[in-house]
């Protein structure tokens, strides 16, 4: 079964960064495309950004274009968010998937595998 794990996450005060990390485990995702989405108190989970599985293409959500940045490193089956200049506004969980397809897609339906969460607080 494949599992993803977030970590990364924490208290960051208003234009800092930090970086998220999610592992994969029991087989790998080269294959697949793969995801960051947030969740914040009181919302519907909504789409942060993709990246194809050979890492050639990405895709953001218009809040985050220019200031979060994701890759992954299929050596490792690794995927990282990193995020700068911070916002109140960015605080959620934030979940790392996997999809069952090759391309960038911001669509949580063509996502098969979802990790646990990592909470991030940016202060104001």
């Known amino acids: 079964q494949v599992q993803l794990v977030e970590s990364g996450g924490g208290l960051v005060q208003a234009g800092g960064s930090l970086r998220l990390s999610c592992a994969a485990s029991g087989r790998t995702l080269s294959n697949s495309a793969m995801g960051w989405f947030r969740q914040a108190p009181g919302q519907e989970r909504e789409f942060v950004a993709t990246?194809?599985?050979?890492?050639?293409?990405?895709y953001y959500a218009d809040s985050v274009k220019g200031r979060f940045t994701i890759s992954r490193d299929n050596a490792k089956n690794m995927e990282y968010l990193q995020m700068n200049s911070l916002k109140p506004e960015d605080t959620a969980d934030y979940y790392c998937?996997?999809?069952?397809?090759?391309?960038?897609?911001?669509?949580?339906?063509?996502?098969?595998?979802w990790g646990q969460g990592t909470q991030v607080t940016v202060s104001s």
């Open positions: 998937a996997a999809a069952y397809l090759g391309f960038a897609t911001p669509r949580p339906g063509h996502y098969g595998y």
């Open positions: 990246i194809s599985s050979s890492g050639g293409s990405t």
